[in-house]
């Protein structure tokens, strides 16, 4: 069976879906039911990357929505009209959204699920927040068990982006932001990211999810982090803290707190380690306690791998009989191998005399096991004990080198030899 879908856009989200989408090989066997039908763009004649028939592309996107052969229509075209538009349309015409457009789903939510409703349709939403992440699913399926009360984050990538570089190397703020745009991390409107508007959108999400009820967007506190200055951010360092973007959504006996703000994280704190583009959230409930989840939040590939998983999702419920995700889809046994390379860390009891180091190394060298460390500790009498670190080597080589090692008669004995992710 053949499921056809169109996509409303095709920049840095949508391109990363065709790239999947095109190369299915090795992903769910689902995606090779997929088809492209037609791609809307605002500039046809536009080189793209992908190898893609030129007619596939159109600028008239009424007429994809339209399309009577379409049944997912995948918008990742951005902003709210006419996305807003098209996607009403869409659902009008009975298709399946999935969609990675959470400023639209924040602001017109409402009018797009209610109309869904009435079409039974599915509008999915998991690339909307947290880009790789797949939390939208884990809120709607698998903590279902669960009375959720808090959602703790780090779900803005741009602004986490540029405060670990100038927590790292106190960067200047605007070559940093066109670092995060060149990336693709960064919204059209970049306003969006820095002054916190985008992860207002996500925690709005998330909480009408975790708590089922729809959050007005206007009531949810925002400030972004313009005026979080290097003085600041170096004063908190000194002061124990990492200065990030946290989203905050927290029930409470009167109804639910909910905000973003840059806040003073102690560096104990298992957010203050989340760096660069990377996105974290903490949702707690009752019997669970709290979870996190890690990933990159946002760029090509992992907000495609989000987007592609709701359209396998929509494809499995298209399918029939049964549900393919649920079911199982193995024909054979994986052909397993041994690993081939690894980072190895070795203890060497040896005497203690000059040249021994030396010898460690000289038989590493012939066997290309290249050394990241090597020291010496725990002197005892004659003894001592020579560390070894190595750089991602053969294992082969290293085992051999190793066989080597054990010939030297200054060899006491291999205390420990154990592989370093
Ligand atoms: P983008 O790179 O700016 O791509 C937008 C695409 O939509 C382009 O192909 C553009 O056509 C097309 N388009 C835009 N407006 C159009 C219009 N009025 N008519 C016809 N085509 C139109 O955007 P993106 O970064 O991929 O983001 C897409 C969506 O994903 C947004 O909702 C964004 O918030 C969301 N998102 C992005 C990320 C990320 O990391 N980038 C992560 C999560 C979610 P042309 O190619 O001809 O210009
Ligand atoms: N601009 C967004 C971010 C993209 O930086 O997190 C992912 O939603």
Redesign the pocket.
Known sequence: MSIKIGL????????GVVQILTDPSGRHPLLQEIEIVRI?????T?PRSVGLDPQTFT?D?ASIVNDPSIQIIVE????LE??RELILQAIGNNKHIV??????LARHGEEIFELAKRHQVYVMLE??VG?GIPIVNVLKQFLGANRLTGILGIIN?TTNYILSRMHQEGGNFSEILADAQRL??A??DPTADIDGF?ACDKIAILASIAFSERIPLSEVSREGIRHVSTTEIATASRLGYVIKLIARAQLVSQGIEIGVYPMLIPVEHPLAAIGGVTNAIAISGEPIGEVVFAGPG???G??ASAVVADLINVCALLSSPGHPLLTCSHSGYAQVVAPRENKFYARFTTLDQPGVIGELGTIFGRYSVSLETVFQQNRSGDIAQVIVITHRVREIDFWQSVAKIKELPTLQEVGAILRVL
């Open positions: 409303l856009g095709m920049g840095t989200v949508g391109t809307g763009v605002r500039d046809a536009k600028t996107l990742v075209m951005g902003g006419p996305a969609t990675a457009n959470k400023a639209l690339a909307s880009g990538g693709g991390y919204e059209a985008d946002a760029g090509q992992a907000t």
